[in-house]
C-alpha cells in the first residue's frame, strides 16, 4: 500500500497506507437503516463514540440525516441541532479524529468549527458545491463520495465511477482543495441497484487506484451483504468484515463500518499478511 499523509482540519493529520484505518459510524437519527434511534440521544451517541474508540476506531463519522432510500430529507437546521452538541463533546473530549456525514456546506462549515476535522460529502460534491470551499477555507479532509442518485449511470461500473469522481475532483480542486486532503469513496450501495453492481464494484476495486487518491470503502451491513448471506441488517457484521479484508487487499485505505472489533480484528490480519507479503518481495 502507498504510503500517505491525509492532511485535516485544526492541524491534524493521519498517515494511511501503512495499516487500514477504521472509521466508526455513529448515527445521531432516528430512521438510519440499522440502527435509527438507537444513538440519537447524545448521551446515547456519546458513549457509542466511547465503545468504538475503545474497540480501535481512528475516526468517528457522525451524521444526522439518514441517507437510506427513501429517508425523508430533514431541515439543515435539525440536522445541525442533532450533531452540533455530539462533535462538541467528542472535540472537548479529545483523541480522536471526527468526521461529519453531511452533503450541506453550511452544517459542514459550523461542524469544523465545533471541533470536526473531516467533511465527509454523500453527494460527491455535487449537490452543494460550496461544501468544497468550506473545505478548503478550513483545511478540512475531505471524503468524495460517488453515488448513482437522480442521474443516468453510464452502464460500466468503472467508467460510471472514473466520470463522477472525475468531475466532483473538478469541483474540489476549482474551489481551492488541494490533493493531499482528499479521499475517495466508490459509494457501495448508492443507486447501485443489485447485488452484483456491488460485487462487481468490489472486484473491480483496484481499477479506482488509477485516481491517484486513497480510498474508504463503506460496505457496512449494505444490502447486498443480506443478499448474499440472507441476514437482517443488524446480523451483517461478519459479512462486512469479510467485504473489509477483500477491499483491503484490493487498496482501500479506510473502512466506514458499524461494528468496529470485528472489522478491527479482520482488517488486523490482512495487514499483517500485507507486510509479509511485502517483505518477501523486497528480498
Not at 488541494?178 to 475517495?184: G, N, P, Q
Request: net charge negative; hydrophobic share 45%; with cysteine.
Amino acid at each position: 500500500m502507498t504510503a500517505r499523509r491525509w492532511q485535516l482540519a485544526h492541524g491534524r493529520y493521519l498517515e494511511l497506507g501503512g495499516k487500514a484505518v477504521v472509521v466508526g459510524i455513529l448515527n445521531v437519527t432516528p430512521d438510519s437503516f440499522s440502527d435509527g434511534g438507537l444513538f440519537d440521544a447524545p448521551e446515547a451517541a456519546l458513549i457509542q463514540a466511547r465503545r468504538m474508540i475503545g474497540e480501535g476506531a481512528a475516526v468517528i463519522d457522525v451524521g444526522g440525516e439518514s441517507t437510506r432510500p427513501g429517508a425523508a430529507t430533514i431541515s439543515a437546521s435539525e440536522e445541525q441541532a442533532r450533531i452540533l452538541p455530539v462533535i462538541e463533546a467528542l472535540a472537548h473530549a479529545g483523541g480522536v479524529l471526527i468526521s461529519v456525514d453531511t452533503y450541506r456546506a453550511e452544517t459542514a462549515r459550523l461542524a469544523v468549527e465545533a471541533g470536526a476535522h473531516i467533511v465527509n460529502d454523500v453527494c460527491g460534491l455535487q449537490r452543494e458545491p460550496d461544501i468544497a470551499r468550506v473545505a478548503a477555507e478550513t483545511g478540512a479532509g475531505l471524503v468524495v463520495m460517488h453515488t448513482g442518485r437522480g442521474r443516468d449511470k453510464l452502464p460500466d461500473v468503472i467508467a460510471d465511477q472514473l466520470a463522477f469522481l472525475e468531475k466532483s475532483l473538478e469541483i474540489g480542486r476549482g474551489q481551492g482543495v488541494a490533493d493531499d486532503h482528499i479521499v475517495l469513496d466508490p459509494g457501495f450501495g448508492f443507486a447501485k441497484e443489485t447485488a452484483e453492481e456491488n460485487l462487481d464494484l468490489m472486484a473491480r476495486f483496484s481499477e479506482l487506484c488509477a485516481l491517484g487518491f486513497p480510498l474508504m470503502a463503506g460496505t457496512s451491513r449494505k444490502r447486498f451483504i443480506g443478499t448474499v448471506t440472507g441476514r437482517d441488517a443488524a446480523d451483517r457484521a461478519a459479512g462486512t468484515a469479510a467485504t473489509s479484508v477483500i477491499l483491503r487487499l484490493k487498496g482501500a485505505d479506510l473502512f466506514r463500518v458499524h461494528d468496529v472489533a470485528i472489522n478491527v480484528d479482520a482488517l488486523a490480519v490482512a495487514d499483517a499478511m500485507l507486510a509479509r507479503q511485502t517483505g518477501r518481495s523486497e528480498h
